[in-house]
């Protein structure tokens, strides 16, 4: 085994982020509770379910009900603990740097027809041409991404928020659209902003195409700016010529071609290499406009254009790979009486390509670790459960970050493989549970294992003894 120095200094950096949430549990037990449950969560082996983590804590003989209680009376705030983390995350950027988030919906599987918040939706997994539907719950995934490192960067959860559908079954949140519960999280974050003394810095939101609606740039706030992918047949307007005479000002100017016109306008490209996870993509663009949508005369848009990309990957086999071209609108500022980008072009294009981050957030909160599968049925439970377990996953990648940064992971210990750029959740987690093994606490039911496996009678015996010992019978 290899010894790894930065072991203590994580487990230091993950009591420290959770002693700066104590203040958001009210009583001492329930904090002491919560804690357990996130060491239980780092040792579960099994299905992420409150028994299980229990269980790993050793809890097989007691009172399990004032466990399940911190979920279904309200003993976790989920809103005292986003406040918390995001005031951790703040002192990670520059007041000159822009803050970067993002929101996405994601859907948390069901089998119960009566689960409050649960209703009927499209299923992610089947294909395009047969589409299916499965029983599920709706969030919005609120993160901040972390500042760029080498082309890397990660999303870290600040908040996950339900968005119920109105058909779904009856919850104690009221049922409420996508991109209002988007809406919501922006303007908490510029309030939290605003709250830490940051009013200048400026808030850059990444989202999909289901935020580029009406009442979403409507409600953007300020000191805001967004940069959504939109469709490729949109309909824009180029801004209206100053109108000097009498009568009513127009509200639009000419029709603007659709977004995937200007790829067959024979115009001259623009080129930019670009940093993304380790390497340098050439990626080809148009900033065009400032236009206005439909419905939308008061703000001004300025439409990004990128090129689709045919190029070679892959190191034993290599293939070509073909991007589709892709369409964004981006929110226009105003210096000096005319209207410019708020970012410079190649800061806008390298985070647009981070917005994957929090794809790979969902996958590794699923499908690692287990959201949705903690047994809480009861209309507050069945949301607050899931929050938490978010939590836990922002606590761990945050203490993960001030220790190693984007890069600076420790090596795997195997001489076929020595570890992706980028450290996974994996790793991390790996490296988790050899710190809390190394911990004083936690020596008495770990051995190390000899090297001579003809002769383990004596290594079993010592095991089943240092277990025994560490139950205190």
């Known amino acids: 085994m290899v010894k790894n120095s930065t072991q203590p200094t994580l487990l230091v950096k993950l009591f420290e982020l959770l002693e700066k949430h104590r203040g958001a549990f009210g009583q001492g037990r329930v904090y002491w509770r919560n804690v357990g449950l996130v060491i239980g969560e780092v040792f579960n082996f099994g299905r992420h379910t409150v028994t299980q983590g229990l269980m790993a804590l050793g809890m097989t003989d007691g009172d399990w009900s004032g466990w399940y209680r911190l979920f279904s009376r309200g003993r976790y705030d989920e809103l005292k603990t986003a406040r918390v983390m995001i005031r951790e995350t703040i002192q990670h950027t520059a007041l000159e740097e822009p803050y970067v988030v993002g929101a996405d919906g994601v859907q948390i599987p069901r089998s119960s027809l009566r689960m409050p918040g649960t209703g009927w939706m499209k299923a992610p997994r089947t294909p395009v041409f047969k589409v299916g539907i499965h029983r599920a719950q709706r969030y919005v995934h609120g993160a901040w991404l972390t500042?760029?490192?080498?082309?890397y960067s990660r999303a870290i959860p600040l908040r996950f928020l339900p968005a119920f559908p109105p058909k779904a079954k009856p919850a104690a949140e009221p049922p409420r659209r996508e991109w209002e519960a988007g809406?919501?999280?922006?303007?908490?974050?510029?309030?939290?902003?605003?709250?830490?003394?940051?009013?200048?810095?400026?808030?850059?939101?990444?989202?999909?195409?289901?935020?580029?609606?009406?009442?979403?740039?409507?409600?953007?706030?300020?000191?805001?700016?967004?940069?959504?992918?939109?469709?490729?047949n949109r309909r824009l307007y180029y801004l209206p010529d100053k109108h000097p005479g009498p009568g009513r000002p127009a509200k639009y100017g000419a029709l603007a071609p659709h977004p995937c016109e200007w790829l067959h306008k024979g115009i001259t490209w623009q080129k930019r290499d670009v940093l993304v996870r380790g390497r340098v993509i050439q990626m080809k663009f148009q900033v065009l406009g400032p236009f206005v949508r439909e419905g939308l005369p008061d703000v001004p848009l300025f439409l990004i254009v990128v090129k689709g990309m045919h190029r070679k990957v892959g190191k034993r086999r290599p293939h070509f790979k073909h991007r589709k071209p892709s369409f964004y609108l981006v929110s226009a500022f105003q210096v000096n009486g005319e209207w410019q980008l708020p970012l410079p072009i190649e800061i806008l294009l390298a985070w647009l390509w981070q917005r994957w981050e929090l794809e790979v957030a969902h996958r590794e909160m699923k499908s690692g670790f287990?959201?949705?599968?903690?047994?809480?049925?009861?209309?507050?439970?069945?949301?607050?459960?899931?929050?938490?377990?978010?939590?836990?996953?922002?606590?761990?990648?945050l203490s993960a970050y001030r220790t190693w940064g984007l890069l600076g992971a420790p090596p795997i210990s195997t001489r076929w493989w020595q570890g992706a750029k980028r450290w996974s959740f994996n790793t991390l987690w790996r490296q988790f549970r050899a710190a809390f093994w190394g911990a004083t606490e936690f020596q008495s039911i770990w051995t190390r294992t000899p090297d001579n496996w003809l002769k383990k009678e004596a290594f079993l015996i010592g095991l089943s003894n240092s277990i025994a010992a560490s139950a205190r019978i």
């Not at 500042?147 to 082309?151: C, L, R, T």
């Not at 808030?203 to 940069?227: C, H, I, K, M, Q």
């Not at 439970?381 to 899931?386: A, E, K, L, N």
Request: one cysteine or more.
């Open 183 to 232: 809406g919501a999280f922006l303007h908490w974050v510029r309030q939290e902003l605003d709250n830490a003394g940051r009013e200048e810095q400026l808030l850059l939101s990444l989202e999909d195409g289901s935020y580029d609606t009406l009442n979403f740039w409507r409600n953007l706030p300020e000191r805001t700016v967004l940069a959504v992918r939109t469709a490729r």
């Open 370 to 397: 287990g959201i949705g599968e903690k047994q809480c049925w009861n209309p507050r439970s069945t949301i607050t459960s899931v929050q938490w377990s978010v939590w836990v996953y922002a606590l761990l990648l």
């Open 147 to 151: 500042p760029m490192e080498g082309g």
